[in-house]
């Protein structure tokens, strides 16, 4: 279901009638006559509307987030407030960039349209920008030559595992956060095709790849649970959402009286 071109239809609809109501329609009933039920539950309805779309649009959006590929940074079922405008203010429904406001930044949490299906959103942290080479050898990062730095802060154990994963806090463009490594885990890297594959290789022990212009490299905070431009390839410019940046809910923790993780994030 496509959120944004249903708000933007409903926005157009209420928009035409309550325009028409106040240049015709109200005239011809008089000052004193009561607003028909039909144009109260239609046309009574865009301002909140038009107001819910611009917000959403062009400043803030709420996402849910589904999946643990960012881990701990943030959990299933958080609720999240992305900026829209971090990345250039875009028409919506045609995602067309109208005002440049900014690129992303290492160590951003990114929202965007994934490349292999534009109607889903995925959110992960930018590692690459462009022209940047990145390399995931043995579990560590390297960029353009420099390794990330980071050091182990104990276990995490993820929801549903039996055995907890290491866990390393890490500092990449001046944000610091927590990943997390299963030393056992599979090897999927470059696993499908993508455009631009021939910017990467395989190498001994991990992948290499440069990241072509327009375009960026991103991963999850769970490394080995994560399904990202290791495996599906780079983010081109045109797909860019905004940047996250607070927890505002998680119903389970809330509940259960935790609110430690509630609030703003790097």
């Known amino acids: 279901m496509n959120f944004a071109l249903i708000l933007a239809m409903a926005c157009l609809f209420t928009g035409i009638l309550w325009f028409v109501?106040?240049?015709?329609?109200?005239?011809?009933?008089?000052?004193?006559?009561?607003?028909?039920?039909?144009?109260?539950?239609?046309?009574?309805?865009?301002?909140?509307?038009?107001?819910?779309?611009?917000?959403?649009?062009?400043?803030?959006?709420?996402?849910?987030?589904?999946?643990?590929?960012?881990?701990?940074?943030?959990?299933?079922?958080?609720?999240?407030?992305?900026?829209?405008?971090?990345?250039?203010?875009?028409?919506?429904?045609?995602?067309?960039?109208?005002?440049?406001?900014?690129?992303?930044?290492?160590?951003?949490?990114?929202?965007?349209?994934?490349?292999?299906?534009?109607?889903?959103?995925?959110?992960?942290r930018v590692i690459g920008l462009p022209g940047d080479t990145v390399s995931f050898i043995n579990k560590q990062i390297t960029v353009n030559g420099q390794p990330i730095e980071k050091k182990p802060v104990g276990g995490f154990l993820n929801p549903g595992a039996t055995v907890p994963s290491l866990a390393f806090q890490e500092s990449l463009g001046g944000k610091t956060y927590t990943s997390l490594n299963d030393p056992g885990a599979g090897d999927f890297l470059l696993a499908e095709a993508f455009p631009y594959r021939e910017n990467c290789e395989r190498v001994f022990g991990g992948m290499r790849c440069t990241v072509p212009a327009g375009h960026y490299f991103v991963m999850g905070d769970n490394r080995d649970n994560s399904a990202d431009s290791r495996i599906w390839g780079f983010v081109p410019e045109r797909n860019l959402v905004g940047k996250a940046f607070l927890i505002w809910f998680n119903a389970d923790e809330i509940f259960s009286g935790q609110f430690s993780r509630l609030g703003f994030f790097e």
């Open 21 to 124: 109501d106040r240049l015709v329609w109200r005239k011809q009933r008089g000052p004193e006559a009561v607003q028909p039920l039909w144009l109260e539950y239609t046309a009574g309805l865009f301002p909140v509307l038009f107001l819910v779309f611009f917000v959403r649009s062009f400043l803030f959006e709420p996402f849910n987030i589904p999946s643990g590929s960012m881990i701990p940074t943030l959990r299933i079922g958080d609720l999240i407030l992305v900026k829209k405008y971090s990345y250039g203010v875009r028409l919506p429904v045609v995602h067309k960039k109208v005002f440049d406001t900014g690129l992303p930044q290492r160590g951003d949490v990114m929202v965007f349209r994934y490349p292999k299906d534009e109607s889903v959103d995925y959110i992960k």
